[in-house]
């Protein structure tokens, strides 16, 4: 039902007076973009990469690479694709670049970090994408996991200019990052948010234990902060921010992100159809006050409350 609605219904994202908001698809392989590559969906968000390193004993060839990364580009054609290089350590372990002896491998040498340790992974990476893009005439948005300074920042977009990447990105999913987002942002052509991490790293809290999913809350007032200073530094320079984790799939949270100055929302395919409703029947100005009360609500649970009450009762 969800595909039948992706293929009906065609419109780009925006709210109901017009402002645009990119509607698009967080994916994991060829498959996936070749299954979601509807009429609806405006492109892809977040490829995870990751997807095509995982349970091998040794890292895919930058030939095999390649022909993946160009099978996305194909499914998508002109539109818009952004490719996250690998994010391997802690939740993503990787039997060939996961250090055994990490304590804390949330901490660790784990997304963009690796580089540290095992540059040709990324410098391997970065050249089968730049052959795809030659080879299919379209360019993906490439992006880093992980980065936490304004340094790491130049010196991955000078890496992946190097190989002729043309559009270079960073994730904003740890503190450091968002709390120096102006500065991260100077650095490449856009941010997009991992409110997963993001949540994970501002609160302390391991993403993968149920029994604390109320602290691990992207409504908390501290994660919204976060996100805000974020969204604000992009408005500021002119840059695109975009949302690729979970809570870009909460049509709620859609509201606050718009509201915030985010530009696009990356999620899995499924949740489309509910932001892109939930989107066009609300104003900007509407957003922009929903973005105001999740900020001053005291808690997460205050947040939704708050946000709730502007929402046309109709939905
Ligand atoms: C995130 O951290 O929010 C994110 C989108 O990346 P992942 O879930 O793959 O870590
Ligand atoms: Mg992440």
Not at 248 to 254: F, K, R, S, V, W
């Amino acid at each position: 039902a969800v595909d039948r609605e992706l293929a009906a219904d065609t419109a780009e994202g925006g709210t109901s007076d017009g402002h645009p908001v990119m509607l698009l698809a967080n994916i994991g392989t060829a498959e996936d973009a070749e299954r979601v590559a509807l009429p609806g969906v405006e492109g892809v968000g977040l490829f995870r990469t990751e997807v095509l390193f995982l349970g091998r004993a040794t890292a895919p060839t930058l030939d095999e690479q390649a022909a993946t990364y160009e099978r996305v580009l194909r499914a998508f054609g002109d539109r818009k694709v952004v490719v996250r290089t690998l994010d391997a350590g802690a939740d993503k372990p990787l039997a060939f670049a996961t250090q055994a002896d990490e304590e804390n491998p949330a901490l660790g040498v784990r997304g963009y970090r690796l580089v540290r340790t095992m540059p040709e992974l990324l410098d391997t990476q970065l050249a089968a994408l730049a052959r795809a893009q030659e080879a299919t005439g379209t360019a993906p948005w490439v992006m880093a996991p992980m980065v936490a300074t304004a340094q790491e920042a130049r010196a991955f977009a000078e890496r992946a200019r190097g190989h002729g990447i043309r559009t270079v990105g960073v994730m904003v999913e740890v503190p450091a990052a968002a709390l120096r987002a102006r500065e991260v942002l100077a650095e490449v052509d856009f941010v997009s948010l991992g409110t997963n991490d993001l949540a994970q790293y501002a609160m302390a809290t391991d993403r993968l234990r149920g029994e604390l999913a109320d602290l691990l809350d992207p409504w908390q007032p501290a994660v919204l902060d976060l996100v805000a200073a974020t969204a604000r530094a992009g408005t500021e320079l002119g840059k695109p921010v975009g949302v690729c984790g979970e809570s870009a799939g909460d049509p709620l949270m859609a509201l606050v992100l718009t509201g915030l100055g985010v530009t696009s929302l990356s999620m899995s395919a499924g949740a489309l159809p509910a932001a892109r409703h939930m989107l066009r029947r609300h104003s900007l100005a509407t957003c922009r006050q929903a973005a105001e009360r999740a900020l001053a609500a005291p808690s997460a649970t205050e947040a939704r409350a708050a946000v709730l009450e502007l929402v046309d009762p109709a939905l």
